[in-house]
């Protein structure tokens, strides 16, 4: 009866059924049942468990109650041996409202310890993660270019040492965009004032760079860069030339004569396959004024030769008939010696010119300028060759305005210019023809004209006038060294001025003198 009533208060206490039994499995006390109703639970899951382990459980039915209940039962040892075997039953449904309620709590407390991570985890990624952010803008902003400003971090961890290693990279980066810069800036000087033209294509021909001579020399279109090489080129013989560049990987040279503009090209193609690009590199430089030059060379040896070949064999004639008996005769002899002594009087007319010309040429002759009418140049010259002209049957007119500028000039120089002009005029103009002599203002200069009637120069002749030696077929049978307007050239250039000739064949002519005005007061000489 004490086993049963300390079951039962046992069973109030933890509210559930408490059994006790002997270790035979006899019911000595329960909590829910009268003993006389229990039979033997030795056969019991749970106790068997329990004598076998110290501890058992089993949920099943039961036919006491009539639900299923969850069974747990331990045995009670006195000095090591099984005395009695206590056990504890509660219906299944309530293990499931608590373990329900259980989960509901433990969820409950999850969610919460998930938000407090939650909310901490964000707290530490921002915190982590604004430096991070910070360095990736000032990472964009190097990147952008703008190199100016230091990467300033926030913290002392690796991020400092990051935002250190970007200033170190910024200004490295900044010190070889300046060095490439200044590079690109020399290479765009160099290309841009360079003479001659250079043409950078790529492996697939077409045009990478060109500098501003080549697009000049080939009159290349705007939009040269990203077109064929034969488009920017348009010759067919630089084209050929740079396609046996391109396919035997050797440099090409040759000397074109483009007809459009009239130049002499000499065209160099280079392949730069150091590292089998296909690229290559066309320099063109221009020969025109270097044949220019040959050709005047040329002319130059060709006519002087033609100009002495002339008195020389005239003076040997001469001397051989008087070697010949010529000199026996004194009016025979008289004559020959007067031919020679003019052939002579030419070969030092001709000697004294060249010698003129060399020292104009090279700079040794000194002017000495001064203000002057336009009147006081042309006067003199007019009024010393008009005999010459009457007894031509030439007229010679001068019209020269009162109220124009002084130019500055070297009046003996520049009068014996005018002379050499208008005895070329007198001589090429029929009787009855006129010769005009006039002055005008232009701009910054006075242009002195001498105008005549003659015969007037053939087109093709009158670029090459004032070259050395340079007669025209109609000059050649009236004499003189064709040196004349090559030295009148000289010195109206050494006066900073600029001297051209107009003519129509069987017209007549008119050669031009443009010399600079001055302020300073002067005089007629």
């Keep these: 009866d004490r086993l049963d009533s300390l079951a039962d208060r046992w069973g109030a206490l933890l509210e559930a059924r408490v059994t006790i039994m002997a270790a035979d499995g006899t019911v000595l006390g329960d909590s829910h049942e009268d003993l ?9 899951p749970e106790v068997q468990e329990a004598l076998a382990s110290g501890e058992g459980s089993s949920t099943r039915f039961s036919a006491s109650v009539g639900y299923d209940m969850l069974y747990a039962a331990v045995p009670v040892q006195v000095e090591g041996e099984v005395v009695a075997i206590v056990r504890v039953a ?8 608590h373990t329900a309620r259980l989960g509901r709590t433990i969820l409950l407390v999850a969610l919460g310890a998930s938000l407090v991570a939650a909310l901490l985890a964000v707290a530490m990624a921002g915190r982590i993660t604004r430096p991070i952010r910070h360095l990736t803008q000032e990472a964009q902003r190097i990147a952008a270019g703008d190199l100016g400003r230091p990467v300033v971090a926030d913290s002392g961890d690796e991020v400092a040492q990051l935002a250190h290693a970007f200033n170190r990279m910024g200004t490295r980066l900044q010190e070889r965009m300046g060095r490439l810069a200044e590079e690109q800036r020399l290479l765009s000087t160099v290309l841009s004032r360079m003479a001659d033209g250079a043409i950078i294509t790529d492996a697939g021909g077409r045009v990478r760079l060109i500098n501003p001579a080549a697009a000049r020399l080939l009159e290349s279109p705007a939009d040269a860069v990203g077109r064929s090489f034969a488009q920017v080129a348009r010759n067919h013989q630089l084209v050929d030339l740079w396609r046996a560049a391109s396919e035997a990987g050797e440099p090409r040279e040759a000397t074109i004569e483009v007809l459009r503009p009239n130049l002499f090209l000499r065209a160099i193609v280079t392949p730069l396959d150091a590292d089998s690009t296909g690229e290559t590199l066309t ?14 060379r040329r002319d130059f040896v060709s006519n002087i030769s033609h ?5 020389l064999a005239s003076l040997k004639a001469l001397v051989e008939t008087l070697r010949d008996g010529a000199i026996e005769d004194p009016d025979a002899a008289e004559r020959f010696l007067n031919s020679a002594e003019t052939e002579v009087d030419a070969l030092t007319q001709m000697v004294q010119e060249l010698l003129e010309l060399s020292r104009i040429e090279s700079g040794r002759v000194s002017l000495h300028p001064e203000p002057v009418t336009a009147k006081a140049l042309l006067a003199r010259p007019a009024e010393r060759l008009r005999p010459q002209a009457e007894r031509a049957g030439v007229a010679i007119e001068t019209a020269v305005p009162p109220d124009l500028p002084l130019a500055l000039a070297d009046v003996e120089r520049l009068q014996q210019v005018i002379i050499n002009i208008v005895h070329n005029a007198i001589k090429f103009t029929p009787a009855g023809g006129r010769i005009s002599l006039s002055a005008q203002a232009a701009g910054n200069e ?6 005549d009637t003659g015969a007037g120069i053939p087109a093709k002749d009158l670029p090459r006038i004032f070259e050395r030696f340079f007669k025209t077929d109609r000059a050649r049978s009236s004499g003189g060294t064709g040196l004349g307007l090559a030295i009148a050239k000289h010195i109206v250039q050494a006066h900073g001025g600029r001297i051209w000739a107009e003519s129509v064949e069987g017209r007549g002519s008119a050669f031009h ?5 001055t302020s300073e007061e002067g005089s007629d000489p």
Excluded: F, K, M, Y
């Design 90 to 97: 509660r219906p299944l449904r309530q293990v499931q409202v």
């Design 36 to 44: 006389a109703r229990l039979d033997n639970h030795l056969g019991r």
């Design 307 to 311: 100009e002495l070949r002339t008195p």
């Design 446 to 451: 006075v242009v002195l004209s001498i105008r």
């Design 283 to 296: 320099i063109v430089q221009d020969l025109t004024q270097v044949r220019r030059l040959e050709t005047v």
């Design 513 to 517: 003198i443009a010399l600079p005005v």
